[in-house]
């Protein structure tokens, strides 16, 4: 496993590879690695001859500042763990290395940068209205952003995202498809810890007692699952809301019951192809988020 810093030896690197007719899959990732990133770079090595794992903490797709100055850092653990995968290059860029002077003085004064669209019209529409772009104004824009700069480095055959950031995905989706990037985009099933907590790199800075009891989290959305059937969209979220009210600690964000695709808010489980249940919430210090699917 090779480790690179600077985005020209990278494309050398991959250049010289795609001349030898490999294909590349790409797991972008923000570092302070857990099984969840390892179960994505054993999806692309399922179906792509060399694996690329970027590790960057994005600072334009954190909207508070001093979440960003806590994102865990475990750069060391992190190559070890990737090596044990059998990960092939590791992309460990440094901020300046990916964002000019004038994206960061954008960014510190809190203007959205629409330069990632070179030109082009990129409107995200609904998608990016609701649950976590409602909440955390600006985080898609700079997720855009950084997947899309990674995208024109990397140029990966396959990409692989996790379905724990449901909306996410649909976002880098919609991306790909309004910028006309050649990638095609792979989602991945949420991995979680044996009491049913989603893996997250943010689950670090839970207490033990916080761990456990995060537990309920997922309990409630698969309680949600077992419940669709026979209740409304208005019983299900008052269930979920006296359920998070009652934990201590716990400060619910939004519980919705979305369509799959559109992300919209569904009134009753007659319309849509597929439905999701998402949840966002703080648990002391630390925001968490999940999802279940449904159907
Ligand atoms: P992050 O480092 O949190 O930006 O996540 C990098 C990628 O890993 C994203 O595509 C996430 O959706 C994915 N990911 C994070 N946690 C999990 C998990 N528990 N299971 C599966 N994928 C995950």
Not at 2 to 11: C, E, F, G, M, Y
Not at 102 to 129: C, I, N, Y
Not at 153 to 168: H, W
Not at 253 to 268: K, W
Request: aromatic letters at 6%.
């Amino acid at each position: 496993m090779i480790i690179i810093n600077s985005i020209q030896q990278l494309k050398d690197h991959l250049n010289s590879l795609r001349g030898r007719n490999k294909t590349i899959g790409f797991v972008p990732t923000m570092g302070a690695l857990h099984q969840g990133h390892i179960s994505l770079i054993n999806a692309a090595k399922t179906s792509c001859d060399v694996i690329v794992c970027s590790i960057f903490v994005n600072p334009t797709q954190f909207n508070d500042p001093a979440d960003l100055e806590k994102y865990p850092r475990t750069l060391d653990a992190d190559v070890e763990m990737l090596e044990k995968a059998c990960c092939d290059i590791v992309f460990v860029p440094e901020v300046t290395e990916m964002y000019s002077a004038e994206e960061l003085e954008l960014k510190r004064q809190k203007v959205e940068d629409k330069s990632w669209t070179k030109g082009k019209k990129v409107d995200f529409g609904p998608l990016a209205s609701v649950m976590e772009g409602a909440h955390r104004p600006g985080h898609f824009n700079g997720v855009a952003q950084v997947v899309s700069k990674l995208f024109r480095i990397v140029e990966p055959d396959k990409a692989y995202f996790g379905q724990k950031d449901f909306q996410q995905l649909a976002i880098i989706r919609s991306m790909v498809k309004q910028l006309e990037i050649p990638v095609e985009i792979i989602a991945c099933p949420i991995m979680r810890e044996p009491n049913g907590l989603a893996m997250s790199s943010r689950n670090e800075r839970l207490t033990k007692e916080e761990r456990e009891q995060a537990g309920l989290i997922s309990k409630v959305l698969f309680k949600i699952k077992d419940l669709y059937k026979s209740k409304t969209v208005t019983e299900l979220k008052a269930f979920a809301e006296n359920e998070i009210k009652s934990a201590p600690q716990m400060q619910l964000e939004y519980i919705e019951i979305a369509d799959a695709e559109t992300l919209q808010p569904v009134s009753d489980f007659k319309q849509n192809k597929s439905v999701v249940v998402c949840i966002a919430l703080k648990l002391g210090a630390v925001r968490l988020i999940d999802n279940v699917l449904l159907y």
